[in-house]
């Protein structure tokens, strides 16, 4: 099976299927049998500084939903790196198929090891949406995708954090969505290796209930001074999304949150 978009072919694997970016006419190859992306994915690509141009690492990529999304925001250069091979696999047939080949570059690979070949400090902005779960067991009743999407298994948290600093550029941006209940894990570790908090913003489902996510910048050997944006609420009273969030998913907010 083949999907044609822009003039360009591209099959589709079996239990594949194309789902609707929502904005700037964007598609992304996604299957059931793998983690497909989720609103955090989209709340980063919103969030994360990114330069009008230079070069833009996306770590954790999955199916590269970050990468494609950050097209719409910066004409910079985009790279994603990716550890499965099917999921690899999946964004670069991605790219394809909304005609950014020339834009977005997606790696198979260990992020662990991308300094090797890519070089130290030479990315201007990384963004990364890491696997949020230690490892303690839940991760054997999951696939083996979706274990490794959720779990620590392919890298740890420290891990993530050590390959950003020695990939991005003293002064260049790290933005990171992660869960709240690891927030003092990850400003502890940030802070370990030379990467200062800057921005943080809180995810809330709904105005009465606690934080699901928090969204953290952090300047790479910046000067210790961190803000806190107001929170971010998805659904309102009537269980609809709230104007900020339709913005965010439909392209009327394309800019930083």
């Known amino acids: 099976m083949t999907n044609s978009y822009n003039d360009e072919p591209v099959p589709l694997h079996p239990a594949e299927r194309v789902d609707d970016l929502l904005t ?22 919103r969030f994360a500084s990114v330069p009008h141009r230079g070069r833009v690492l996306d770590l954790c990529t999955g199916n590269g939903v970050i990468p494609m999304l950050l097209t719409t925001r910066t004409k910079a250069s985009i790279e994603g790196i990716e550890i499965q ?48 779960m230690p490892l303690n067991g839940s991760d054997l009743k999951l696939n083996s995708h979706q274990a490794m999407a959720r779990h620590e298994l392919g890298c740890t948290l420290e891990e993530v954090i050590q390959a950003c600093v020695r990939l991005v550029r003293t002064g260049g941006k790290v933005s990171m969505v ?80």
Do not use: W
């Not at 952090?218 to 971010?232: I, S």
């Open 85 to 132: 091979p099917r999921l690899a696999d999946m964004a670069r047939r991605s790219v394809v198929m909304n005609n950014l080949g020339e834009r977005v570059t997606i790696h198979e690979g260990d992020l662990r090891e991308l300094h090797l070949t890519a070089g130290y400090g030479v990315y201007d902005a990384i963004t990364v949406n890491p696997p949020y």
């Open 24 to 45: 700037h006419d964007l598609r992304i190859i996604q299957s059931d049998e793998v983690f497909s992306f989720s609103m955090d994915a989209v709340l980063l690509a």
């Open 178 to 257: 992660h869960k709240p209940q690891r927030l003092v894990d990850i400003i502890s570790l940030m802070r370990q290796y030379r990467l200062e908090p800057k921005l943080i913003r809180f995810v809330h489902p709904r105005a009465h209930l606690e934080a699901n996510m928090v969204l953290i910048e952090a300047a790479r050997d910046g000067k210790p001074e961190v803000r806190l944006q107001p929170p971010l609420i998805v659904y309102n009273e009537d269980n609809q999304y709230c104007p900020e969030i339709l913005d965010i998913y439909y392209g009327a907010k394309e800019g930083k949150l």
